[in-house]
């Protein structure tokens, strides 16, 4: 089984629940594994990276409002590109929320 990752791909979007996200922007950092018994290039049967980072980017354009969507979306995408995969699991993180405290990120993470 190959397992092809991309990890920490920096996003900066107007994006978040609440109205100066949308004015500020936020950080977000997306990973995602994608695993396929499978790697056959000369039959087309593999999963190309830059796709994955394209779809990732792609994800952050629409006007959604929670990681979750967000992480959905990037999974449903990826399926709908590389449909031979077994299992794709995607974590989305905002970096340094807007709230009281000081932390690293929020994150969620979808796997199927």
């Not at 396929?36 to 796709?51: C, P």
């Not at 394209?54 to 590389?82: G, M, P, S």
Request: glycine share 4%; aromatic share 12%.
């Amino acid at each position: 089984m190959f397992t092809i990752s991309l990890h920490k791909v920096e996003v900066l979007a107007p994006f978040g629940l609440y109205p100066e996200e949308w004015v500020l922007g936020n950080r977000f950092e997306v990973d995602i594994d994608v695993q396929t018994a499978i790697s056959d290039v000369a039959g087309g049967r593999f999963v190309d990276y830059t796709v994955l980072n394209n779809i990732i980017r792609n994800a952050f354009v629409t006007k959604e409002q929670t990681l979750e969507r967000v992480a959905q979306d990037i999974h449903a995408a990826a399926y709908a590109a590389f449909p031979f995969v077994l299992k794709i699991k995607v974590a989305v993180s905002k970096l340094q929320p807007p709230m009281p405290g000081n932390m690293a990120y929020a994150r969620v993470v979808f796997e199927a």
